[in-house]
């Protein structure tokens, strides 16, 4: 068993024992079994899958920082939400508002732009979640 501990700057999303985590880190998805080795990851804007007695839950999970030690995985997201919790329209809008905030900043610093298509994916990633694709 796993312990997962899910925290965002607002709350504990979740603290529960589960038998497997996957999540999206800046390399690539990673699949978290018991006794896996430790790791510190930042996180990519991606649904977060956990399973738990033989049931999978997700959750859209933007920035932060995964870490597995001791059978301890630790999530700390900049947001992570369930898709009973997502509105569709507030993400459709976001997803808008990002896009024109990249396009202002194509040509500008490269920080600006990866923060524009961060916003983009996570907007899509809670666009994906809520629609259940």
Same mark, same amino acid.
């Given at each position: 068993?796993?312990?997962?501990?899910?925290?965002?700057?607002?709350?504990?999303?979740? #603290?529960?024992?589960?038998?497997?985590?996957?999540?999206?880190?800046?390399?690539?998805?990673?699949?978290?079994l018991p006794n896996h080795a430790p790791l510190?990851?930042?996180?990519?804007?991606?649904?977060?899958?956990?399973?738990?007695?033989?049931?999978?839950?997700?959750?859209?999970?933007?920035?932060?920082?995964?870490?597995?030690?001791?059978?301890?995985?630790?999530?700390?997201?900049?947001?992570?939400?369930?898709?009973?919790? !997502?509105?569709?329209?507030?993400?459709?809008?976001?997803?808008?508002?990002?896009?024109?905030?990249?396009?202002?900043?194509?040509?500008?610093? !490269?920080?600006?732009?990866?923060?524009?298509? #961060?916003?983009?994916?996570?907007?899509?990633?809670? !666009?994906?979640?809520?629609?259940?694709?």
């Amino acid at each position: 068993m796993l312990k997962l501990e899910i925290v965002t700057p607002e709350k504990r999303v979740f #603290d529960a024992e589960v038998d497997s985590v996957t999540v999206t880190t800046a390399t690539g998805e990673a699949g978290i079994l018991p006794n896996h080795a430790p790791l510190i990851s930042a996180l990519k804007p991606g649904i977060l899958t956990y399973t738990a007695k033989g049931s999978s839950d997700k959750l859209a999970v933007s920035g932060g920082f995964v870490e597995v030690n001791n059978n301890t995985v630790s999530v700390l997201a900049d947001t992570a939400s369930t898709a009973d919790e !997502i509105d569709v329209a507030e993400a459709r809008a976001d997803k808008e508002a990002a896009e024109k905030a990249f396009a202002a900043v194509a040509t500008g610093a !490269i920080e600006d732009t990866e923060q524009a298509r #961060d916003q983009i994916e996570a907007a899509n990633v809670r !666009i994906q979640l809520a629609s259940g694709k």
